[in-house]
């Protein structure tokens, strides 16, 4: 059409603009409370945790995040209803993206953990609401978002209570602790081995796997993860026997030994957010682009490789830039953590994220952590917890979708009035 054959360059320029604008606000606020637990149990420094996932965020965002891209994400709208008018699309996507990410960049300038799945979804439902129609949006799947606001940080939460009170009482408060540590800290290795496993194939590697024509069910998954787990109950029964516990406090030993396990499931979680999260600035990207190229609304795309390196450059420029806010408040400001609490926090994350992948509740990563180190919290008494924070993040959530609607119509329109 012709406003592709005149503009479609700079509408391609603008969409690559925008679209690292948002992986920055993805690695900003996202990437940062993922690795906020980490860092607030002092298992990792801020360095450390940021050079560990520049690494491991990279490498799923790039290697693991190359699914063929649908036209419009999350299933929120049905493409045909823009058949014959492309470039509502176009504006619809690069107005999503500009809304998105400047949402992301208000709450991670207040220090809010918000979701970056919502915040893109909110967009592309107030496009598509005001610019196109509100019949064109799939209102139940809406629904369903919204209901993982109640979903993620209560299931989180309940796993996390569960867990470190589990190691509260066979290690922490026993008679024996280094005895007990050394007979139950491989039944918790054996469950990050598992957990580290069932993540990456379901999630981390689904997208490479299906380009390879490779699909595994979950029962296979988890025969696989099985197997993980057992080899790294028994290399760390055989490490834990070596560590030196002759001086210093037991408890602080125990520690540390928690705060090995954390950096590893650290690792694993950036390794699947990368891979899964990048598409909430990838794909869009993708569409605009296959969009102004093709002319017409194509239902699916294939996503160009140069496209997942943007995004994942912009994530982690995120995270070293500006990640430091977020990480304060799940790491030191909701509750106080230590290498126990924090493992069973992170541990609980993955958990959700696998029952998720299982059962298809709609969950967001955000608030399964939050509400995971909100459970470990509890776990300790109700007193342990800033509820004046908890009450700043939670209003924050409730703000996510409406706040991203109204600046996607607003962008939409100023897009809209410069091009026609």
């Known amino acids: ?11 391609v320029l603008l969409a690559c603009v925008f679209g690292f604008f948002m992986a920055w606000g993805i690695g900003a606020n996202d990437v940062a409370n993922a690795m906020g637990t980490s860092v607030g149990a002092k298992a990792l420094t801020i360095g450390q945790a940021i050079f560990v996932a520049m690494i491991f965020e990279f490498a799923g965002a790039y290697l693991a995040g190359g699914e063929v891209s649908s036209t419009i994400r999350k299933g929120v709208i049905a493409s045909d209803v823009m058949e014959g008018q492309p470039e509502l699309l176009v504006f619809g996507m690069m107005a999503s993206l500009l809304a998105a990410g400047t949402w992301l960049l ?23 609401a005001v610019g196109i129609s509100v019949d064109a949006v799939n209102w139940g799947k ?37 005895r007990n540590a050394i007979r139950y800290i491989p039944g918790y290795m054996f469950l990050v081995g598992f957990m580290i496993a069932m993540v990456t194939i379901l999630k981390g590697l689904k997208h490479v796997l299906k380009d390879d024509g490779i699909s595994f069910t979950f029962a296979e998954s988890a025969m696989m993860a099985a197997v993980v787990g057992i080899i790294v109950a028994i290399i760390g029964s055989v490490l834990i026997r070596r560590v030196d516990v002759s001086q210093g406090e037991h408890n602080a ?17 950036a390794f699947a957010h990368g891979s899964n999260d990048v598409a909430n600035a990838v794909g869009p990207i993708a569409a605009i682009i296959n969009t102004v190229e093709s002319g017409s609304v194509a239902a699916k795309g294939v996503m160009p490789s140069w496209v997942l390196l943007l ?94 609607a109204c600046l996607s119509i607003i962008f939409f329109y100023i897009l809209r009035a410069s091009f026609t």
């Open 1 to 11: 059409m012709a406003l592709f054959a005149e503009y479609g360059t700079i509408l």
């Open 106 to 128: 208000i709450a991670s300038m207040r220090g809010w953990p918000v979701s970056t799945t919502h915040s893109i979804v909110g967009a592309i439902v107030g496009f598509a």
């Open 142 to 178: 809406v629904g369903q978002i919204a209901a993982s606001w109640v979903v993620s940080p209560l299931l989180a939460g309940t796993i996390a209570c569960i867990l470190f009170l589990s190691a509260e009482r066979l290690i922490l408060n026993a008679k024996d602790p280094i």
């Open 253 to 269: 030993n125990i520690e540390r030994i928690f705060a090995i396990l954390m950096v590893f499931t650290a690792c694993t979680m």
């Open 311 to 404: 995004g994942g450059v912009g994530i982690v420029l995120g995270l070293a830039t500006y990640g430091f806010k977020v990480m304060a408040t799940i790491g030191k400001k909701i509750t106080e953590l230590t290498p126990s609490r924090g493992f069973a926090a992170e541990l609980a994350a993955a958990s959700t994220v696998v029952l998720a992948s299982a059962t298809g509740l709609p969950i967001s990563t955000t608030h399964t952590l939050v509400g995971a180190v909100l459970g470990v919290g509890l776990a300790r008494g109700l007193s342990t917890l800033d509820l004046k924070v908890i009450g700043s993040i939670v209003g924050s959530w409730l703000v996510t979708l409406p706040a991203g």
